[in-house]
Each structure stands twice: as structure tokens, then as C-alpha cells.
């Protein structure tokens, strides 16, 4: 059996938020800069610089244009809460993960103090799960279950970085998206 033929964005600009929705649907055509734009304005209609994404329109899109998006799509990004392990995700009822990390602004080899932030999704495909950051070159192998929870324990040792659990928005209202013993309604012990 070869390789899988995995669909990956890579970085322009500052699409990432593009990059990783497209990622994670493995499907270039799932959003475009255009809707993601559009997505800005409904959510601040009167604002005259909008505060969902770069002041120069260049992308560098917020959370709540991911989520706007996400909905279109009938899925919904759930922010998981550090304190848990994520051993608690059924991963059997996602759809993939979005991470937010911190990313160093750079234009070609100079680098600014600038702390920006970046988009990166990741996603099982063929039974393994893979990190599609548009910033490498490729997609790269995470690995199986067990390896998918030491990754995101690692990402989610610094206080810097955010999960999001995208799932379908029925998975996200029943708490179907956490394994059975950690939902809230499921044990005595949560209440």
C-alpha cells in the first residue's frame, strides 16, 4: 500500500487560518480569502478596522472567523481546557484538531520581536494522524493514537499554545466528542 495522498496548503501571506480549515477538510475548495473577508464583516459589520483579522487585510484571521466558518460546515471547534489530558478525546467522533501556537514574524531572513499567532490543523487520515502546518514543506506523520496524545501533551505543556476540538455540531452538544467516563452527566465524581 503507498503513501496516502494527503491534501496541503502551504503558507501565503498570512492565510493560515485559510490554510487550516482547507487542511482539515482536505479540500481546497472548502474556504477561499474571499468568504473568510466576508465572515469578518458580518461579525463586525460597523467596524471600520476589523478586529477578526490583520489591519493591512492580509489575513491573520481570529478564532471567531474559524468558528463562523466551522458552522458553515456544520461543525463547531470546542476550546479544550489544558487541565484535562487529552487521553479524555474520543477521537472516533472528531472530525480533527486545530491548534493555535505562537510564530515568530519574519519577513524573508529578518526576524521581529513581533509575537504572532498561527493557525495549524491536524487530522487522521488513513487510520494515522498527521500535522498539516502550511508552514512545512509537507505534511508530517504524527503517528497512531498513542502518539497523537503524546503530541498534543507536549503542544499543550506551554501556556502559550490552544487546542480546539473541531466535531460535527451534534458530537459537540452531546459531549459525544469526550470518551463516555468524562462527560459531565456521566459520573458522581465530574458533578
Given amino acids: 500500500m503507498g503513501a496516502p495522498v494527503i491534501y496541503h496548503e502551504r503558507q501565503v501571506k498570512e492565510l493560515c487560518a ?3 480549515l482547507n487542511n482539515l477538510f482536505q479540500d481546497a475548495s472548502s474556504f477561499n480569502k474571499t468568504q ?8 463586525s459589520p460597523n467596524d471600520f478596522i476589523n478586529p477578526h483579522r490583520s489591519i493591512l487585510g492580509l489575513g491573520n484571521y481570529d478564532i471567531n472567523v474559524i468558528i463562523t466558518a466551522l458552522h458553515v460546515k456544520q461543525c463547531e ?7 484535562r489530558d487529552p487521553s479524555c478525546i474520543d477521537t472516533s467522533k472528531i472530525v480533527g484538531l486545530i491548534l493555535n501556537v505562537p510564530s515568530k514574524y519574519s519577513i524573508g531572513f529578518m526576524k521581529f520581536p513581533l509575537q504572532r499567532r498561527h493557525w495549524i490543523s491536524v487530522k487522521k487520515i488513513n487510520g494515522e494522524y498527521w500535522n498539516l502546518d502550511s508552514k512545512l514543506d509537507a505534511p508530517q506523520k504524527i503517528g497512531d493514537e498513542s502518539q497523537i496524545m503524546e503530541y498534543l501533551r507536549n503542544q499543550l505543556a506551554g501556556n502559550d499554545k490552544e487546542l480546539f476540538v473541531v466535531c460535527t455540531q451534534g458530537v459537540e452538544s452531546s459531549e459525544a466528542w469526550l470518551l463516555p467516563e468524562h462527560r459531565r452527566n456521566s459520573t458522581a465524581a465530574e458533578k
Fill in 77 to 83: 471547534a470546542i476550546w479544550f481546557d489544558k487541565r
Fill in 36 to 43: 473568510l473577508d466576508e465572515i469578518c464583516r458580518e461579525l
Fill in 18 to 20: 485559510l490554510h487550516a
